[in-house]
């Protein structure tokens, strides 16, 4: 999963990926990690906080089959709305998320701070 934030640009700086919290789901083919998903669960919404592809197998319907698998998990915990983030720069995950029928909020810029700093 590393290797494919890593690929895609996803990670950030001073973060320790090493260890998720909430939950994720992953594609495995022939014992390789092709993509995953994760979010943070709630009431009312969740935030979808990854959604990765191996460069390899982009565009081939993981990222749809990741993101239905993770609808259903979302719609059984209750959730009424979930949000999510896509970089200015990932064009291919902006389009990717306009396509399944995620609507842009135009609400907002995503902010970080490091509390390990």
């Known amino acids: 999963m590393l290797e494919i934030l890593r ?9 320790d990926y090493g260890a998720w919290s909430h939950p ?14 994760q979010a943070h669960l709630g ?3 969740a935030v979808v906080t990854e959604l990765c592809v191996s460069r390899a197998h ?5 990222g749809v089959k990741l993101a239905d698998a993770m609808e259903l998990m979302l719609r059984a915990a209750g959730v ?3 949000v999510t983030y896509a970089s200015d720069r990932n064009g291919r995950m902006r389009d990717m998320l306009g396509r ?4 842009e909020t135009g609400l907002g810029v995503g902010f970080v701070r490091r509390l390990n700093t």
Do not use: H, S, W
């Open 100 to 103: 399944y029928g995620l609507d």
């Open 43 to 45: 009431a009312p919404y």
């Open 58 to 62: 982009a565009r081939k319907g993981y």
């Open 7 to 15: 690929e895609n640009e996803q990670m950030l700086d001073g973060v």
């Open 24 to 37: 994720t789901l992953v594609a495995v083919k022939d014992g390789q990690v092709e993509g995953f998903i």
């Open 80 to 82: 009424q709305t979930y």
